[in-house]
């Protein structure tokens, strides 16, 4: 009972940390505007206009307000000076920003003979993006404790050498993207089943099957486009590419696919593991049909949560395409369908990695596995 009574009090100290550590960053970015180059306004009073309808050639209907901001300068040779900026804004949001009593932002000063004027350019938000970063860390480490920390630390040093994968692929000038994102998924799989499962040959297992299930997703994706040489594939769709698409659209493909293959891999492996363990009686025959089962089982619902995610990375500029005017045929196309053959792929990669993790778990684990 003492025991017990400790390990809340524990807990409890624990919780009191992350909460004061969450309080004093949230604080500590809303008055770190030194820190900063371009001039910050704090806005202390804000005056509404009235809001005015805007209508455009396709019926579409938005409606925009002028407001005159009252603040001061935070920072830079120009702290403490009183401005007033004037600024529009649309119900949509779509092109600008809604500022309040309280809000930071980033303004371009002008400076006159009769005094100061200043532009609104947008909003400060390291706030609220501090205080995410804090919720879900803070979350994951008290819940899953050491796990979790593994995990965040895994996440943090891949974003780590996805940065510098992209600072080498601009260096290039995108001759290599293949090679550099391709090696990078190698590196992103290895290490995060490392930091995650640990050096062992569950890890190694999982690996295999990872890597399996992405290469053989996109050499049957190659082999289909080379069939029907690449008819619907409409590269010129992807946006703000300064390099040859086809290239960047399969490492981009294949990043994807390596996650998908990944998450499955892990949830199958791993339940073969703790089902061996409980009855190491079973054969390699039975650990392949029960591996199959499982696959089954969460097959659906990870195919299900990709398009999920492709309908929501891609529903805001659809909706935008079909409400200025274009048919579904034509907004699918420039919008929609290279984001579906990408989940395709990915699917492909889902089904393949089933049986091939069944198999490599059934034939390579430990005929009793350690508790």
Avoid: C
């Amino acid at each position: 009972m003492q025991d017990l009574r400790e390990k809340r009090r524990v807990t409890l100290v624990w919780w009191l940390i992350v909460l004061v550590i969450g309080g004093l960053l949230v604080w500590g970015t809303q008055h770190n505007a030194s820190l900063y180059r371009d001039p910050i306004m704090q806005v202390t009073r804000v005056q509404t206009g009235t809001a005015t309808h805007e209508e455009d050639d396709f019926h579409n209907v938005d409606r925009q307000t002028k407001q005159v901001l009252h603040g001061r300068i935070l920072n830079g040779k120009y702290r403490g000076q009183r401005l007033t900026v004037t600024n529009t804004y649309s119900l949509s949001g779509a092109m600008d920003q809604h500022y309040r009593k309280g809000s930071q932002l980033f303004v371009v000063v002008h400076q006159h003979q009769s005094g100061f004027t200043a532009t609104a350019k947008d909003a400060k938000r390291d706030t609220p993006l501090v205080f995410m970063l804090w919720l879900v860390v803070g979350l994951l480490l008290l819940i899953m404790q050491f796990s979790g920390f593994m995990a965040f630390l895994s996440v943090a040093v891949n974003g780590v050498l996805f940065l510098m994968a992209i600072i080498l692929n601009g260096s290039t000038q995108g001759a290599r993207v293949l090679w550099i994102f391709g090696s990078l998924a190698v590196v992103f799989a290895a290490l995060t089943l490392w930091l995650v499962i640990g050096a062992n040959r569950q890890m190694l297992i999982t690996l295999a099957t990872t890597l399996g299930g992405t290469a053989l997703s996109l050499i049957v994706a190659l082999l289909v486009f080379h069939v029907t040489h690449e008819k619907g594939m409409y590269y010129e769709s992807m946006q703000y590419v300064t390099q040859l698409p086809r290239p960047l659209f399969l490492a981009e493909t294949l990043l994807g696919s390596l996650g998908a293959v990944m998450d499955e891999s892990t949830d199958i492996i791993s339940s073969l593991f703790a089902l061996k363990r409980e009855r190491p009686e079973l054969s390699a025959g039975q650990v392949f049909k029960s591996g199959r089962q499982i696959g089954s089982t969460i097959m659906g619902p990870l195919i299900n949560v990709l398009f999920f995610i492709f309908v929501a990375d891609t529903f805001p500029m659809a909706m935008l395409y079909l409400k200025n005017g274009n048919s579904w045929g034509y907004t699918f196309s420039m919008n929609m369908s290279m984001g579906v053959v990408q989940s395709l792929i990915s699917g492909i990669g889902i089904v393949l990695a089933v049986p091939l993790a069944s198999y490599l778990a059934s034939r390579f684990m430990e005929k009793k596995v350690r508790a």
